[in-house]
């Protein structure tokens, strides 16, 4: 039949016929015995408002129908829902919360097949809200807004009871909580604000309740497992029936209750806190104590200053325990210099090694860490020992472990791994400069008198000091370790000269050690009278060297030098090894059979302290091949001397050592003339930028450009200013005398 045939439905009429439907669904939700719906049954469902919604005025009954959709849901919530939720309570009440939600969309989703037509042309014309939030809608504004307190109370009253142990229905609160989440349509102010911020605020409660009393019962360390187990179900919770949104605020609540209120109490429990977890070496509870306090803001601070000051002690105890032994040694006049102060420079290595795993490990890497052990070493790096410095122990440390029959005997790799570690201590002592002062002078001792023990060590700790203090450092004694080597092959040609010219003949074995100034520390040379054969020797290497090159100059040093001379004595011969000024002194005596202080000095050409040390060491110490009038302890310009020709000993071979200088004092005068210069340099350098700079801006950037070297000190600065002043490199501004201008 053609659209006009079509017979009107009036309103009643088609109403009834989808109230029935209506009912059935109803009956069907309730589990009332209902045959289910035929495809027939909803097909006529479906053609029957689509009908009523197509005739033409005024019986279109598009807007009828959807008030009367809406009326479905109100009268079966009120008549039915309502009653069977408002009878029951608690966990009861939850349970036929979920079901009549359930059933809730199952109606909805019928009804908005149903009426679908509406959806689709009377709700887009008309811009009203579809179907399915109308329905949503109902529930929300007539079961949810009664029941959401209740439902909120109910949740957390069982969370709680979760909280003490006992066993809850977890599916139970996922579906519930999904409900306040869907009841949203989209939003989530529903869950946030009729649910999550009261759960919030009970949770807060709950943990201060439990922290006041863990406080005070609890160690640091089990007050620590509870926090951290408390934190893990929580988060266990959320994965089981929270929202997710819930977790950083939840963890947050809890870190604040558990930690942050009581930071500085646990911390610092008296037996069990921060300092003892670091005293007695509890590295797992210090790991937690970090995982814990990384999450609250601020938290790591403390730690790291407890951690800062932990190490700071241990190492100030190293710095006395080697202080009283230094002092001990001195009232026992035992001079064994070094032995004290290297055991201490081992421990501290040890203690590096034993904080520094502490950072990697319990402290994860963490900056703060790393910062906080690198100043606590700054102290007592920088105290040094028994008037000794620091960077001079560290150099000694070296030498011992570099040279031939050093105190230390170790593997290569064992040496490799400990001038790696002395490398990383040297960034924690602020007189670099001494530090590499000291340490090319003991350098030199080893190169000069082959007391080197392995090449490719002492060019691996260059390398290691290049990376960490840059080539400017090192490169004087790269130089120095090159130019043994260019020596060595030079030593070789000179002996091929000699072999190849039969009338140059030095008379003696020779071996010369050609350097570079400007290498190695400065050695005064003095113009020794030498012996005759030594002149001749002296020549011959000249005439040699002549044929190499033209433009060097020879500066000879021989108090570097050494002999092997035959000392024929009436009971045997024995070979001494001695310096070439002993040797030049012993060979006097071969024209004269007695001398006196004032011949000795006037053949030799040597001024009274040099001449001192040398007849001390051949006539007042431990070998006598000099005799003395009068036989005293010390040398006085009034003395004579004679050969001893009585003299023997069991050996056939013996070295004969002169008195040490003391070195230290010319180095630390060598380092302050150097710093005197690296100060005024750093100033001009600044000044020829800025051009005008403040006196307080001038001294910050002095000090920041020379720190990697050393820290110098400002009333240094003060006084190479003034210095510069009066060079015309700077001058005052008239007006303000803290001003300083440049000229060029």
Known sequence: MSMSERKTIDLDQGWDFMHRGIMKLKNILEGLPEPQFSPEDYMMLYTTIYNMCTQKPPNDYS?????????????YIVSTVLPSLREKHDEFMLRELVKRWANHKIMVRWLSRFFHYLDRYFIARRSLPPLNEVGLACFRDLVYKELHGKMRDAIISLIDQEREGEQIDRALLKNVLDIFVEIGMGKMDQYENDFEAAMLQDSSAYYSRKASN???????????LKAEECLKREKDRVAHYLHSSSEPKLLEKVQHELLSVYASQLLEKEHSGCHALLRDDKVDDLSRMFRLFSKIPRGLDPVSSIFKQHVTAEGMTLVKHAEDAASNKKADKKDIVGAQEQVFVRNVIELHDKYLAYVNSCFQNHTLFHKALKEAFEVFCNKGVAGNSSAELLATFCDNILKKGGSEKLSDEAIEETLEKVVKLLAYISDKDLFAEFYRKKLARRLLFDKSAN???????????????????????????????LAKENQTSFEDYLHNNRNADPGIDLTVTV??????????????????????????FKEFYQTKTKHRKLTWIYSL??????????????????????????????????????????????????VIRLLHSLS??????????PNTKTISPTDYFEFNSKFTDKMRRIKIPLPPVDEKKKVIEDVDKDRRYAIDASIVRIMKSRKVLGYQQLV??????????????????????????????????KENPNMFKYLA
């Open 63 to 75: 807007q009828q129908l959807y008030d009367k959709y809406k009326e479905a849901f109100e009268e």
């Open 214 to 224: 863990w406080i005070l019962e609890d160690s640091c360390p089990d007050y620590m």
């Open 455 to 485: 090449d490719d060590h002492e060019r691996s700790i260059l390398t290691k000091l290049k990376q960490q203090c840059g080539g400017q450092f090192t490169s004087k004694m790269e130089g120095m370790v090159t130019d043994l080597t």
């Open 515 to 540: 350097l570079t100034t400007g290498f190695w520390p400065s050695y005064k040379s003095f113009d020794l009278n030498l012996p005759a054969e030594m002149v001749r020797c002296v020549e011959v």
């Open 561 to 610: 030098g050494t002999c092997n001379i035959s000392g024929k004595f009436d009971p045997k011969t024995v070979e001494l090894v001695v310096t070439t000024y002993q040797a030049s002194t012993l060979l006097l005596f071969n024209s004269s059979d007695r001398l006196s202080y004032s011949e000795i000095m006037t053949q030799l050409n040597l001024l009274d302290e040099d």
């Open 620 to 629: 007042c110490a431990k070998y006598k091949i000099l005799i003395k009038e």
């Open 700 to 733: 910050m950037e002095c000090v920041e450009q020379l720190g990697r070297m050393f820290k110098p000190d400002v009333k240094a600065i003060k006084k190479r200013i003034e210095d510069l002043i009066s060079r015309d490199y700077l001058e005052r501004d």
